[in-house]
């Protein structure tokens, strides 16, 4: 599992375990739906940092604390 993979796993863990849809997660941020469902995209390779920040603003928890989830623990080396 590479790093944009983790990512979306987490925020889809994050919603589910909260019971959030993707849209109130977007009006939460103050992002866009389209921001939201475009980075659930698996065709989309990269998400910004500062689009993880929004969203986990709008989930009222901090990087810190969405980075330690168990989805990052599992990531492979990204360069080869």
């Not at 979306?8 to 389209?34: D, H, M, W």
Request: charged residues 30%.
């Amino acid at each position: 599992m590479g790093i944009k993979d983790a990512v979306v796993e987490r925020f889809q863990n994050l919603c589910r375990q909260r019971n959030i849809k993707y849209n109130e997660l977007a009006v939460r941020s103050g992002v866009t739906p389209s921001t939201v469902y475009s980075m659930m995209d698996p065709r989309r390779r990269d998400v910004s940092i500062v689009t993880i920040k929004l969203l986990c603003d709008g989930l009222e928890i901090s990087l810190e604390e969405f980075f330690s989830g168990p989805e990052f623990a599992r990531l492979e080396q990204e360069m080869q």
